[in-house]
């Protein structure tokens, strides 16, 4: 397991720090809890328009299957589905 870096306090010993003095600490600080390239985003793949289509197209017929607007929501999942198929 690696180690545990430690973190300088931004204070002096006097309790002034001057704004070169306390930007060094933060940046030591920072470097050393995520790294000298900093936190990254988390990347996630974007789903396909074939995909938001289908997924759109199963939830309308969930819905027909309750009873919710049943031709109409089954008709626009078949419009649907022929469009990501057409894709």
């Known amino acids: ?34 790294g000298p390239n900093g936190l990254q985003k988390p990347s996630y793949q974007q789903p396909t328009e074939k995909e938001t289509l289908l997924r759109r197209a199963a939830e309308l017929r969930e ?3 309750r009873g ?3 031709r109409a929501y089954k008709k626009e999942a078949d419009r649907l589905e022929a469009m990501a198929k057409d894709l």
């Open 1 to 34: 397991m690696g180690e545990i870096p430690i973190i300088e306090d931004l204070t002096s010993p006097s309790g002034k720090m001057s704004k070169r003095a306390r930007k060094a600490v933060q940046e030591r600080n920072r470097v050393a809890l995520f």
């Open 63 to 65: 819905l027909a299957n």
């Open 68 to 70: 919710m607007k049943p």
